[in-house]
């Protein structure tokens, strides 16, 4: 791993210590500095603890009971905390990536596909729950973080990382630090504008990449799930998202852009040469000639790492490049 202190989300090389409180955690035979790492999807619910190296260590997960009440839905999420922490688990820090919309640091979320929670105090009562201090972020967001830290992206200070998959989401990544915004929504390349007067966009526009390249959109315009998708389909996809990566490498001054998700790791070797070809044929300048498009690395722990990057970077230990 890669330890800094020199970069804005650099990995501090000393634990932390919070007042009060030893720094190590245990959990059976695993002891470390450890983060209470929390995903909140559609899907599903995951609770995990992560170490200092990435590594998760327990974890945790249900269906999300996305139309229960908004107090079934947190007891649902407290539940898999409590199983986390069975046995005497002592985490520093509690770091959530969650679906937004999300008013600043997660102090009340509305995710899109939890009905549940309209404006859920989410931060405040994850707080009282677990006792240490918690961090909030969106989940794509959270996933450019664990990809800086231990994914595709580790020795990058300038990226994008991207995921496609039910809908498009990203997090910026610039000198070395995670571009938040004056409401924290930066990096949300799924409503980069791909093809004018293109199809209608959940957010009221037309032509978005997520109206055109996410699963989605994909079931709506083919009529059948993104995973039936023939080789067209894949290859329209993989040139719309190319096309949003060059717009931004061009935008930003970066060269690499780290792309994970259900929908574009699915399709896999062909959509990957699609979407490289687009950002070859796109991002022309000087600095943005020879942008890089990656799959995402972190597979199945991505949320859970990224969560717990979040976490890290809450407290001013940072994770990243
Ligand atoms: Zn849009």
Redesign the pocket.
């Known amino acids: 791993m890669l330890l800094s202190t020199t970069r804005g989300h650099g990995l501090a090389t000393r634990p932390v210590r919070l007042r009060g409180r030893e720094p190590f955690g245990t959990v059976g035979a695993v002891t470390g500095d450890l983060a209470l790492a929390i995903d909140i999807g559609g899907t599903k619910l995951e609770v995990g603890l992560v170490d200092l190296e990435g590594g998760v260590v327990r974890r945790a997960r249900v269906a999300t009971p996305a139309r229960e009440g908004a107090e079934d839905m947190f007891a649902a999420l407290a539940g898999l905390v409590s199983e986390v922490l069975d046995g005497g688990a002592d985490p520093m820090v509690c770091g959530v990536g969650t679906g937004g919309p999300m008013t600043r640091g997660g102090a009340t979320v509305s995710p899109i596909n939890i009905p549940a929670w309209r404006g859920f105090p989410l931060h405040d009562r994850l707080a009282e729950l677990t006792e240490v201090p918690t961090f909030v972020d969106n989940d794509a967001k959270a996933l450019a973080l664990g990809e800086g830290w231990v994914g595709a992206a580790r020795g990058s200070d300038d990226y994008v990382a991207m995921v496609v998959s039910t809908g498009v989401g990203g997090g910026i990544v610039l000198d070395g630090r995670l571009l938040d915004g004056a409401d924290g929504n930066a990096g949300h390349i799924?409503?980069v504008?791909v093809v004018p007067d293109g199809h209608q966009?959940?957010?009221?526009?037309r032509g978005?990449?997520?109206?055109e390249a996410s699963g989605t959109a994909i079931a709506a315009i083919t009529g059948r799930p993104a995973a039936e998708a023939g080789p067209d389909i894949v290859h329209r996809t993989g040139t719309l998202v190319g096309r949003a990566v060059a717009s931004v490498a061009n935008l930003l001054d970066l060269r690499l852009a780290v792309v994970a998700g259900s929908v574009a790791l699915g399709f896999g070797d062909a959509f990957f040469a699609a979407a490289q070809a687009e950002v070859d044929r796109s991002a022309r300048l000087d600095f943005s000639t020879g942008t890089v498009i990656r799959p995402g690395r972190l597979g199945a722990d991505g949320p859970l790492v990224g969560a717990a990057a979040v976490g890290w970077r809450g407290l001013g230990v940072g994770v990243g490049p």
């Open positions: 799924g409503h504008m966009c959940g957010c009221g526009a978005c990449l997520e109206a």
